[in-house]
Nanobody
Framework: QVQLVESGGGLVQAGGSLRLSCACS????????MGWFRQAPGKQREFVASIPSGRSANYANSVKGRFTISRDSAKNTVYLQMNSLKPEDTAVYYC???????????????WGQGTQVTVSS
């Protein structure tokens, strides 16, 4: 079993900052890509950022220059630093991790439970 636990969401004023964390635990042999999606009320889930193992990060155009994704491999944790937040960033943020549980296991995408981010104007 693999679990992803998110933290760091909350209420912030426009222009403020938040830092989300997502810690992976359980039967983990290797973690490949890690990242974040978000889903606003009445909208589809959308990509925010990803960071493949040993490669450069990728960002949605809407967050480039404001959000920074990073990972701590020793802690099996991915972070999302969100600066200059806007009301349109309001959403439930979900982390994911592409994890294999053994040398012979095909990687599988695991998801966190989601954390609410609300940006007031």
């Amino acid at each position: 079993q693999v679990q992803l636990v998110e933290s760091g969401g909350g209420l912030v004023q426009a222009g403020g900052s938040l830092r989300l964390s997502c810690a992976c635990s359980g039967s983990i042999f290797s973690i490949y890509a890690m990242g974040w999606f978000r889903q606003a009320p009445g909208k589809q889930r959308e990509f925010v950022a990803s960071i493949p193992s040993g490669r450069s990060a990728n960002y949605a155009n809407s967050v480039k220059g404001r959000f920074t994704i990073s990972r701590d491999s020793a802690k099996n944790t991915v972070y999302l630093q969100m600066n200059s937040l806007k009301p349109e960033d309001t959403a439930v943020y979900y982390c994911y991790a592409d994890i294999s549980s053994s040398r012979s296991t095909v990687p599988y995408d695991y998801w966190g439970q989601g954390t609410q981010v609300t940006v007031s104007s």
